[in-house]
């Protein structure tokens, strides 16, 4: 009796860790939200994508056309022209292509960075977690928009100083969040197991460890994209971020504002497709936060 | 009967949640007498806590939902109550002790204001008035008066528990329910509050009904005894007929599965399998799946309470269509004579 | 309660001092030739290196560093080669500006945020609840600069309510905290939303209504003052994006307050007031920090009880 009752559980944690990413994916899918924010972003990937085939970048997005200045949006120019006669359309469709460059490029470095960190300090504890935390705080404690100027400043006003800027943040985040995961599961009895076993401690990390931190990994990824995405439009508006003419869309919003009495749309619409995308990535993680965790959702 | 504290009159309680409709209460009917110490008994999951919710009428809803019956308590209806009127009920007519004193005080005010604030809810008194009537309450439950000032997280467990129990005792209600005041608790300090609550009953000639799993305190506190399964009560009775005359077969489960302290070597004898999913009820008698008497009827028909007769009082019915047959007899009860 | 608060001030001097440093280190990698913003492009390089003697800029980096840092103490950052103006006393003047927009943003945030988190979370799951939540998460998705371009095309171009910019009066600062405020309550709302809704669940929420407390007392006087910790705790991990906020939302509305005197003195290369309103900044956020944990502590029994124990 007790033997086979032991066989039936045996089989349900395999159909189960077969269908655990299913599963997640299944529970996604039932959230509006969250598949609205996917759809909007796989538009926006293809639209980054093709925009390349569709404008001719130094004519169509940057190229200066002035008799077609400050045209309200028509037929010809769906978003109208900018005052050194632009189509926004261009280049709002082009302006994707950094916005998501920047966020995704950022976090990413981040995330390899900041997990690192995390790992490190939440695994071996003591004097390097000490030392790691405190590194972190004293970033945290300065605005992340002041650290971004001081770091351009530095290292000048290009799209790639820009991206190493706004990845500090992004890092401090991650080593946040995986240290807090680490610290929880460093102590689970399977870990020490593993110790007992005699693993050596990069693969128990590698192994046991991340992989449980996987979920919160995953949300702060993608909302962090969306902070990220903001952060660097906000520079590009103060005017450190990416340089000109390139259609970043905190830049169009930068360029428009001293149009804003006489074309309102330079203003309104760049702000749309900063805030729509966004919009899309907190959606998809929510979405996904409830998806991975169903505990936390009541 | 005019010396009724409390009459419940089939009452139905259904969780309603999307996936499920649990029925947690399925037609429980009792009355309790004045100064008179009711005990609630069963598995968890069986509804005991629902019932005592329903009293005061804070079910949580949703998914909670008090489908049918009626609650007299006192003459009135407690269900057909409007919300301020439920107001001026809880607490003074009728206070509730919970399970877990560690989560049932509020962390951020100190016990005196907790207590003070039942007394000012109900009586019209100033603030010093409530404070000092909070201090007389925690002197009655053993703590000192200076303590007051002290805030729950400072307590210990079985003080917290007195603390509770003042704040219920503190508008001197006519019903104290009681749900599982001691299972929280270490046992020496179980016995200690046991012998509070049991003093003070006495001494404020309050009625209680007692929820609990441990017959060991029921029987020494009850006069009258419930027992419950799966939402329905299968017996009712005074404490002497459940214990000396036991007629359910789960009740006789209960009792065997209790260490015998007379007879070490013997086997505890476990009742088989789980309580019924409340959501998914079986047809029919909810124990007949479990029990060893039952036959094929016992899944056609749910069992009605009905009067045992006998040696046992006049208070004693027991829910089991065995005995339609009457020369049906539990085990125990051959065994023992 | 005093010594923890004088322990905590100390715990400050060695961030204060890694702070700056990186700061200052930073920031000298970048400057020019301070020597040649004095003596202009006439200088000859004789008159050059006196001045260099002179303001000690020959002395290796830590001496520099050190020197400067003494100055901080006395209230001396040095002053702007550009500006000509005295950057401490500069910073200052302006940080009250700053002060107020954010104190002001912070205010309407916790007007709005705090009721409608309670109200969603005691709707939880109907259509009162979705409204709420579509609220905060455009709160969240917003660019906050943007917001304050869209209140001032519908504000003051549109409908002349209240000023574009500048600061005059109580109507100049109700934009840019509105700006500032918006991203902030959409975060205080919901955290204070899931604050409440677990606190809603709590057994002693039970036994106050078992008390015969009405369903007002229940929530406000045993349910708020649970839910506030949380809440207090995201408002404090936000200041630094109050400040953030409050840059961009300066430079927006033209407000005289640090975030565009730093962003003025990027624009002129003004590397001596950047540097120390980065520092300033930096400090002024460890000071608040520790306010809000301070705060923390008079709300909560339990945490007051703790620091007692440590001071």
């Known amino acids: 009796m007790a033997k086979k009752a032991n066989t039936v559980s045996t089989n349900n944690d395999v159909i189960k860790s077969r269908s655990q990413f299913q599963e997640v994916f299944h529970r996604l899918l039932k959230n509006k939200g969250a598949v609205i924010g996917m759809i909007f972003l796989l538009v926006l990937v293809i639209i980054a994508l093709i925009s390349p085939l569709a404008f001719d970048y130094e004519t169509q997005v940057i190229g200066q056309n002035m008799a077609d200045r400050l045209q309200g949006p028509s037929a010809a120019h769906w978003f109208g022209t900018d005052e050194y006669g632009r189509d926004l359309f261009a280049r709002i469709m082009w302006g994707s292509r950094y916005s998501l460059i920047i966020g995704f490029g950022a976090v990413t470095i981040g995330l390899v960075v900041g997990t690192i960190l995390g790992a490190i300090a939440g695994f071996k504890g003591g004097i390097w977690d000490q030392l790691i935390m405190r590194f972190i705080d004293i970033f945290y404690s300065i605005p992340n928009i002041m650290i971004a100027v001081v770091i351009v400043s530095v290292l000048g006003t290009s799209t790639v100083n820009l991206v190493i800027a706004l990845s500090f943040s992004a890092a401090t985040g991650f080593c946040r969040v995986v240290r807090a995961a680490v610290m929880t599961v460093r102590d689970q009895e399977y870990v020490e197991s593993s110790y007992a076993m005699g693993l050596p401690t990069w693969k128990i990390i590698a192994k046991h460890i991340l992989p449980n931190c996987l979920s919160p990994i995953i949300v702060q990824y993608t909302l962090q994209v969306g902070t990220t995405i903001i952060s660097a439009s906000s520079l590009s508006f103060l005017g450190i971020g990416v340089p000109a003419p390139a259609p970043e869309w905190g830049a169009l919003l930068s360029g428009g504002r001293s149009r804003m009495r006489d074309a309102s749309y330079l203003c309104v619409l760049p702000g749309l497709a900063i805030l729509f995308t966004v919009l899309a990535l907190n959606l998809l993680g929510d979405g996904l936060r409830d998806a991975l965790d169903p505990k936390l959702k009541k | ?337 | ?311």
């Open chain 2, 1 to 337: 009967m005019a010396d009724l504290v409390l009459d419940i009159k089939d009452l139905v309680v259904h969780y309603e949640t999307e996936d499920a409709d649990v029925h947690a209460v399925n037609g429980i009917s009792f009355q309790l007498g004045k100064k008179t110490t009711l005990g609630l008994v069963g598995e968890t999951g069986a509804g005991k806590t629902t019932t005592a919710l329903s009293i005061l009428n804070l079910v949580p809803n949703p998914p909670g939902k008090i489908k049918s019956g009626s609650i007299v308590l006192d003459g009135v209806d407690v269900l057909k109550l409007s919300q301020e009127e439920l107001e001026k009920v809880r607490g003074n007519d009728v206070a509730m002790i919970f399970q877990d004193p560690m989560t049932a005080l509020n962390p951020v005010m100190t016990v005196g204001e907790q207590i003070a604030e039942s007394v000012e809810l109900h009586e019209k008194v100033s603030k010093q008035e409530a404070m000092e009537r909070a201090k007389e309450m925690l002197r009655l439950v053993g703590i000192a008066e200076n303590r007051a000032y002290d805030y729950p997280h400072q307590f210990s467990g079985g003080m917290k528990q007195r603390v509770v129990i003042a704040i219920a005792l503190a508008c001197n209600p006519k019903l104290l329910i009681a749900d599982e005041p001691t299972t929280a608790l270490d046992v020496t300090i179980q016995a200690q509050v046991l012998e509070l609550m049991k003093n003070l009953i006495r001494e404020y000639d309050m009625s209680m009904i007692l929820i609990t799993h441990d017959l060991g305190v029921v029987a020494e506190i009850c006069d009258d005894v419930a027992v419950v399964y799966a939402g329905r009560i299968v017996e009712i009775g005074t404490a002497d007929d459940i214990f000396n005359h036991t007629h359910h077969p789960y009740t006789e489960g209960l009792f065997d599965s209790l260490p015998n302290l007379k007879e070490r070597g013997e086997e505890l004898q476990p009742i088989k399998g789980l309580m019924p999913d409340p959501s998914n009820l079986p047809p029919g008698c909810s124990f007949a799946p479990r029990c060893p008497y039952a036959t094929d009827a016992c899944s056609k028909k749910v069992p009605e309470l009905r009067p045992v007769g006998g040696t046992s009082s006049s208070k004693h019915m027991v829910a089991c269509d065995a005995y339609d047959d009457p020369k049906f007899c539990l085990r125990r009860n051959k065994d023992g004579k």
């Open chain 3, 1 to 311: 309660m005093i010594k923890y608060i004088v322990k905590r001030l100390l715990q400050l001097i060695p961030v204060i001092i890694v702070t700056s440093f990186l700061i200052y280190w930073a920031m000298n990698l970048t400057s020019g030739d301070p020597a040649l913003l004095i003596a202009g492009d006439k200088a000859t390089p004789e008159m050059l290196e006196q001045i260099r003697e002179e303001m000690g800029l020959n002395d290796p980096f830590l001496v520099r560093y050190g020197r400067y840092m003494l100055g901080m103490i006395q209230g001396d950052m040095g002053e702007s080669y550009i500006t000509g103006k005295d950057v401490f006393q500069t910073f200052m003047e302006t940080l009250p500006n700053t002060l107020m927009l954010g104190g002001a943003a912070v205010l309407i945030a916790v007007i709005i945020a705090l009721p409608l988190g309670i109200y969603t979370a005691i709707h939880q799951s109907t259509w009162k609840d979705n409204v709420g939540m579509v609220f905060a998460l455009f709160g969240t998705a917003m660019p906050n600069f943007w917001l304050g371009l869209m209140l001032i095309l519908l504000f003051s171009l549109k409908l002349g309510w209240f000023p574009s910019g500048g600061k005059a009066g109580f109507s100049s600062v109700v934009l840019p905290a509105v700006t500032v405020g918006y991203g902030l309550a959409a975060l205080i709302m919901r955290t204070t939303r899931s604050s409440m809704l677990d606190v809603i669940r709590q057994d002693y929420m039970t036994t106050a209504r078992a008390k015969g407390c009405s369903e007002r007392q229940v929530i406000f006087r045993h349910g708020l003052k649970n839910a506030l910790i949380p809440i207090i705790t995201a408002i404090g991990m936000q200041i630094s994006m109050i400040m953030t906020g409050s840059v961009l939302a300066e430079t927006v509305f033209s407000w005289p307050g640090i975030g565009r005197l730093v962003n003025d003195s990027i624009a002129r290369r003004d590397n001596e007031m950047v540097t120390g309103a980065i520092i300033m900044c930096s400090i002024c956020m460890c000071l608040i920090n520790l306010v809000v944990d301070l705060v923390y502590a008079f709300f909560d029994p339990r945490i007051k009880a703790q620091y007692a124990k440590k001071g």
